[in-house]
């Protein structure tokens, strides 16, 4: 695999632009190919085995024998899928996959009080990898998880702001700052997109923990690792895949990215 291959990433939507935004910051010169899968989201309601069957189709579309998408490390910028199906997809391609993990670690480690809170889906909540974490990694504090169905609907149609958006987080915060929570983990990819206003509604003295910086620094470990990380000195670029509409997805990709990106429709394959 030449080290001037692109790095696939891919989310149930839009969310995982927050991660895309960390991996730009630390790998300026990398190439970065994000594929959007909205024309399925959200994946937090979904079954195991359909986001495995989803997981599945966008790595064979990142790996496909195409010059344009042929990637050299696929990152599953999303909490669900790696949770349902990193295991598989690492079994299936030979491609590094590096994946996410609710930051619970972290938040254990920040906690003042010994509470923490988890903002997550729920499908995230009911995994397997979530327990091992809490087991792992949450004894000694008071953990209190939160699922927050509708949130990921909201971003993905670009309503950061609104009325709406600001009740749905209320509503999901209230309960963890009433339970004493001084930490809270944002446990989607599509959260982190929210910052500001769940800052706003929750207030300076807690702290918001999410792992988008994290993922891009194991990303670089493992392309270093594997002599794959780009030599060029010029910016790298993005480009930007859809299973939803193009013309939304290009709007709200606008709105949370910024510039003007041009975005294609998965080949109906892969969609």
């Not at 087991?135 to 504090?141: S, T, Y």
Request: aromatic share 6%.
């Amino acid at each position: 695999m030449p080290n001037s291959a692109p790095v696939g990433i891919f989310d149930s939507g839009v969310g995982g632009l927050s991660v895309l935004r960390d991996i730009r910051a630390l790998l300026p010169h990398e190439d970065l190919l994000y594929v959007a899968d909205s024309g399925h989201v959200p994946y937090g309601s979904k079954t195991p085995q359909y986001i495995q069957a989803r997981s599945l189709a966008l790595a064979s579309f990142l790996t496909r024998d195409h010059p344009e998408q042929h990637v050299k490390a696929i990152v599953i910028a999303c909490n669900t899928a790696t949770a349902a199906a990193a295991g598989l997809l690492r079994s299936r391609f030979e491609v590094p996959i590096v994946a996410m993990e609710p930051a619970v670690k972290p938040a254990v480690a920040a906690t003042r009080r010994g509470v923490v809170g988890v903002l997550a889906t729920v499908g995230m909540l009911r995994s397997a990898q979530f327990a091992a974490l809490l087991d792992r990694f949450g004894r000694g504090v008071e953990v209190v998880t939160q699922p927050c169905p509708g949130l990921v609907e909201l971003v993905e149609a670009g309503e950061l702001n609104g009325r709406a958006t600001r009740k749905l987080v209320e509503q999901y915060t209230t309960p963890l700052l009433e339970h004493g929570v001084d930490t809270i983990v944002l446990g989607c990819t599509h959260y982190p997109l929210l910052r500001p206003l769940i800052e706003d509604v929750v207030g300076p003295d807690i702290a918001l923990i999410d792992t988008g910086r994290a993922v891009a620094q194991q990303l670089r470990r493992v392309l270093e690792g594997r002599d794959l990380r780009s030599e060029r000195l010029a910016p790298g670029k993005e480009d930007f895949w859809t299973s939803a509409d193009v013309g939304s997805a290009q709007r709200v990709i606008r709105t949370l990215w910024g510039g003007e990106p041009t975005v294609r429709r998965l080949p109906e394959e892969f969609s």
